[in-house]
């Protein structure tokens, strides 16, 4: 349902290109949806006494997909590249390159002062080699682009690189805003959050439907936790439940559930570097709006809930470059925001917060100035004779038996 771009690769900016670049580039570990980590470029690994310092090993035979072994040396120079780019990836890229140390071609180094280790598994840490005369890189992953398909305009055609038995695989742009019309075209994969076109495709015999993990949570931020939707959302009474279930059931056009007592960012006091002084909050002569992004269906669902609950407030949708200079003022009454549902590296995922909001950081803590309200999940809607797939920790399906994990 989104474009993919070369030019992102190989960190995601979308569903579509998370799902196109998990085929065709690794990290050094994977992790799989109970959090457990698990061999990827790396095939082993172990610990200093510290926990803050670990070796990796990469696999035996370990080649990008136009047949040059991978080194260390490698994987460095990719964490260089993504640093360049002045986005929380490239932040994250040069912290680790910044830390690394090559032992040999095959065994390297990683310092972790203040980064748990499974950041890792993070896209921005993804191994490719940009070449000269191509439009993407190389990577490492069990496909690569097939530069000679013959595709429709936007499509993409990944062939796999180590096994003939693994599916050639065709990555195509569905022509409208209705993901019911994928599967009238025929398609064997559709991810959507879209409970219509679930239910659509549960109605076709040849057709699955699988429930991902929970990726994303859906959270209130509050310059100030004085507003009356506060109130309702943090009284510690059935009411509040009550009212984030109601938010789960009717607010959203999605797979939701209301939203549980405790997430990542409640680890902001076991950082071991602090936003530093409490950042000045915003002037108490705010707007009555509750801002949310524009293009997010279920922020808007919310953000319109909320509302009707304090005649006072109104609900506003905002361009992503208005959402962005909104939420860093903090000038508005409340900000709708779309967070992931769980982190490799709470830590760094606090301080790319604290950066957004600075007015989060401020001494009283995140506790009562955001306030989780629901989570929510995609569905993949497979074709059940032709598809066989593994899914890792952020919801991405993987294909390419080289790759799968049980």
């Not at 993990?213 to 936790?225: E, R």
């Not at 920790?393 to 993987?398: E, N, P, S």
Request: charged letters at 20%.
């Amino acid at each position: 349902m989104e474009p993919v771009d070369a030019a992102d690769a190989p960190v995601p900016a979308n569903a579509t290109e998370r799902f196109a670049f998990a085929q065709l580039y690794e990290t050094l570990i994977d992790v799989d949806c109970d959090g457990v980590p698990r061999p990827a470029l790396a095939a082993s690994w172990s610990f200093d006494a510290t926990r803050t310092r670990v070796t990796l090993v990469l696999r035996d035979g370990a080649r990008f997909s136009y047949g040059k072994p991978v080194t260390t040396a490698d994987v460095l120079h990719s964490w260089s590249g993504t640093g360049a780019r002045l986005t929380p990836a490239g932040r994250l890229a040069r912290q680790l390159a910044g830390g690394t140390t090559i032992v040999d071609e095959h065994t390297l180094i990683v310092s972790l002062p203040d980064t748990a280790w499974l950041v890792l598994a993070d896209p921005a840490l993804a191994v490719y080699e940009p070449r000269i005369g191509y439009e993407w890189p190389a990577g490492t992953g069990p496909y690569r682009i097939d530069e000679n398909a013959s595709a429709p305009t936007g499509s993409l055609g990944l062939t796999p690189t180590s096994s003939s038995a693994d599916p050639y695989l065709i990555v195509r742009p569905v022509p409208t805003n209705d993901p019911r019309d994928a599967i009238d075209a025929g398609a064997d994969v559709l991810v959507t959050g879209d409970q219509a076109a679930v239910s659509y495709g549960a109605a076709r015999a040849n057709l699955a439907s699988v429930a991902l993990p929970w990726t994303h949570t859906y959270a209130l931020a509050l310059p100030t936790p004085a507003p009356k939707i506060a109130q309702l959302l943090l009284a510690s009474d059935s009411q509040s439940v009550a009212l984030r279930a109601s938010l789960a059931r009717d607010a959203v056009r999605a797979e939701a559930r209301a939203a549980r007592s405790s997430y990542w960012w409640d680890a902001a006091a076991r950082c071991r570097s602090s936003p530093g002084s409490p950042a000045e909050l915003p002037s108490a002569q705010r707007s009555n709006r509750v801002v949310y992004h524009r293009d997010d269906a279920v922020a808007r669902g919310l953000a319109q809930r909320l509302v009707a609950l304090d005649a006072q407030t109104v609900a506003v949708p905002l361009s992503p470059n208005d959402f962005v200079r909104a939420l860093h003022d903090g000038g508005d009454l409340a900000y709708v925001l779309d967070l992931p549902y769980a982190s490799l590296s709470p830590c760094d995922e606090l301080r790319d917060l604290w950066s957004a909001a600075p007015w989060l950081a401020s001494a009283t803590g995140t506790d009562t100035r955001l306030i989780p309200l629901v989570d929510t999940r995609a569905t993949a809607i497979v074709n059940r004779q032709r598809v066989s797939a593994t899914v890792d920790g952020r919801g991405t399906l993987r294909f390419g038996r080289a790759r799968s994990q049980p």
